[in-house]
């Protein structure tokens, strides 16, 4: 799986866009982009994937570069409740009847203000 | 829908105690998993499930017991408890599909666990 880098930690005001980097400059073809938060003391929460076109949810949009070897996750208006870590991950589409099993690294601590 | 739950939220052991957590899905999920996750650190994957029936070992299973006789539960068991299994334990659902959507996973709440 390719390897991914974050800041550590950024901040935006409440209202704004938050907009979270990922490098993933290794990628392979066939490897897909997750992002997942956590918010503090509750478990991770999955936010939007994509394999090279962006994609927009009702959560977020994910921006990836036509090189495949970066992306940005926007949160369009940030609020108090963004405030968490969020962890952008690499994974190749798994075959049938094999784990599929999330490792996150240390992510970015995005932090919303007033 | 509940999405998934765990229960107990909250346990204290002693060392050498036995316990059972319960996970729960109302999504009609074929995977299940169950992780840990320590201060600092990250997930680690313990046992997964890809069906009601089957188990499989994660990562870090030594220690740990799984059961899946329903499809829409996954049980973790410590026989022996042990201060090193001090930790937030964590279940998760995924659809069953092979591709992308295995790693759309969808986490509960988490069981907070310390072993004296």
């Known amino acids: 799986d390719a390897k991914t880098t974050q800041p550590p930690s950024m901040d935006c005001a409440e209202g704004r866009a938050a907009n979270l980097p990922c490098n993933h400059s290794?990628?392979?073809?066939?490897?897909?982009v997750y992002w997942y938060r956590q918010i503090h003391s509750q478990g991770p929460q999955y936010i939007i994937h994509g394999l090279k076109n962006n994609e927009t949810n009702e959560m977020a949009s994910l921006i990836i570069t036509e090189d495949r070897k970066s992306s940005t996750l926007i949160l369009p208006h940030a609020t108090l409740r963004d405030t968490a870590v969020y962890y952008c991950?690499?994974?190749?589409?798994?075959?049938?009847?094999?784990?599929?099993?999330?490792?996150f690294g240390t992510g970015t601590r995005l932090q919303v203000t007033l | 829908n509940a999405g998934v739950t765990q229960t107990p939220k909250f346990r204290v052991l002693k060392t050498g105690q036995s316990m059972t957590l319960l996970c729960a899905q109302d999504?009609?999920?074929?995977?299940m998993y169950w992780y840990r996750q320590d201060p600092g650190m990250g997930l680690r994957l313990i046992h997964y499930s890809v069906g009601e029936g089957t188990t499989a070992k994660g990562e870090v299973p030594d220690g740990y017991n799984v059961s899946r006789l329903k499809k829409q539960n996954f049980l973790l068991g410590l026989e022996s408890a042990a201060p090193s299994q001090t930790s937030v334990y964590f279940c998760a659902s995924s659809l069953g599909l092979a591709g992308f959507r295995s790693y759309e996973q969808y986490f509960g709440p988490g069981t907070r666990l310390t072993v004296t």
């Open positions: 290794t990628i392979s073809g066939n490897e897909y």
């Open positions: 991950i690499v994974r190749v589409a798994s075959g049938t009847g094999t784990a599929s099993k999330l490792t």
């Open positions: 999504m009609n999920h074929e995977y």
